[in-house]
């Protein structure tokens, strides 16, 4: 029996693909959002910025729950640019260096001026593995012949009965890190 496509049923199947959509949004995994703002530093001797962005929980700094981005020169010779992450001082003190580099997801090359937002599912290691609670995400910048900027922006892994949570923190004038923005989608 052949089934006629009928205008009715024709209308009908953009509302059936929205449904479906709407039901497979509802059932996607959390996400965590950081938008990183580098501002752009007249200098004669620029170089793009070494960056490290790490989770720690609210209740103790010194505990870190995991890297989530490193970006370093990647392309030097012999992995050289994994020399200068130790001017990522916080960072390393805490966590670089104990991290095997490069770490696949997690090291990228290094990024001029400009704003650069990082996703990160849940369907990740270090989220997968993230306890329900409050947290930091902190990013640290440091550039050659440049400064140096940490910021900490407080959120909330999951639990937030289905509401968005979101931070920001600005880094002032002269830091190396513009505004650093973070959201936790549940």
């Not at 959390?30 to 938008?35: T, Y």
């Not at 992995?79 to 003190?93: A, Q, V």
């Not at 990024?111 to 849940?122: E, I, P, Q, T, W």
């Not at 640290?140 to 639990?159: D, H, M, S, Y």
Request: glycine share 10%; aromatic share 8%.
């Amino acid at each position: 029996m052949k089934t006629a496509f009928t205008r009715e049923r024709l209308l009908a199947i953009p509302l059936l693909l929205a449904g479906l959509g709407l039901a497979a949004g509802q059932a996607c995994s959390a996400a965590l959002e950081v938008e990183v703002t580098l501002p752009d530093i007249a200098s004669a001797a620029y170089h793009p910025p070494y960056l490290a962005a790490w989770i720690e929980r609210a209740d103790d700094k010194q505990s870190v729950a995991g890297t989530l981005a490193v970006w370093y020169d990647t392309r030097l010779r012999d992995n050289l640019g994994k020399i200068f992450l130790k001017e990522l001082r916080t960072w390393w003190r805490k966590a670089g260096s104990t991290l095997a580099l490069p770490a696949d997801g997690v090291s990228g090359p290094t990024r001029g001026a400009g704003v650069y937002l990082l996703r990160f599912s849940d369907r990740q290691e270090l989220l997968a593995a993230l306890p329900e609670g409050k947290y930091l995400l902190a990013v640290e910048v440091a550039r050659e012949q440049g400064g140096r900027t940490v910021l900490r922006v407080p959120f909330a892994w999951k639990g937030t009965d289905g509401i968005t949570d979101a931070g920001r923190q600005d880094g002032g004038a002269g830091s190396e890190l513009a505004t650093l923005k973070v959201t936790a989608k549940p």
